[in-house]
């Protein structure tokens, strides 16, 4: 399974961003996609989740001002960006939780895409 992401780039704060993610490969079923994002110097963290059962989850951090959207038939997943800040400058990384015909799960990553919010 390979996901590639798109959309990235700058952006001054208060501005809005939108990523996608497409999803290619032969995989039995979908659990969940989402965003993931990693700043310099910092560790990777949860942005945003969308489940096969059609939940979110999203980091406190960005609630309110983030929406997660997908369609697990397409294989693709959303991530709409609005008032973005400085702090959301970050590489953000594609995520797919599969499940494989012979039974067994596991997660798969994009390349990422940078955003970086100006001041």
């Known amino acids: 399974v390979q996901l590639v992401e798109s959309g990235g780039g700058l952006v001054q704060a208060g501005e809005s961003l939108g990523l996608s993610c497409a999803a290619s490969g032969s995989i039995f079923g979908i659990v969940a996609m989402g965003w993931y994002r990693q700043a310099p110097g910092k560790q990777r963290e949860l942005v945003a989740i969308n489940t096969s059962g059609g939940s979110t989850n999203y980091s406190d951090s960005v609630k309110g001002r983030f929406t997660v959207s997908g369609d697990n038939a397409k294989k693709m997943v959303y991530l709409q960006m609005n008032k973005l800040k400085p702090e959301d400058t970050a590489v953000y990384y594609c995520?797919?939780?599969?499940?494989?015909?012979?039974?067994?799960?596991?997660?798969?990553w994009g390349q990422g895409t940078q955003v970086i919010v100006s001041s």
């Open positions: 995520w797919l939780r599969g499940v494989h015909y012979r039974g067994g799960s596991d997660d798969y």
